[in-house]
């Protein structure tokens, strides 16, 4: 899968947040000798009867879900990551009343030229 230029901090963010909640899927699966998630071991796999690395592969994924979580902060995006993604659809009851950007999205919100350029363009264009 290429990201390429629509890769950006948000389809970053949500790819690396994604990570953490896969591991303990492929572990499971590597426990029941399931190594679809891993295209070279799994051909490995086929042509052998048993493979005695799906035990190292598993402490591998055990050990990368704590360097994961240790390395990157992947708590609930902020308040900003949200708007950005659809500042159309963003619910201002979410944003605190003293918060000056509040009203710049009251404006965003409520205007229809820009909300149609949204609406044809790419998020990194608009």
Known sequence: MSLGKELNMITGREKLSALPKKLPMWIKRIERGNSANFPSLDE?????EELPI????????QELIQSVQGYFHLEEGSVAQRWIRDPF???LDSMDDNDIMKDDLVELQTNDRIRMEFEKMQLDMF
């Open 54 to 61: 799906l035990s190292e592969v598993k402490e591998h994924l």
């Open 44 to 48: 490995a796999a086929s042509a052998e």
């Open 89 to 91: 659809l963003f619910n």
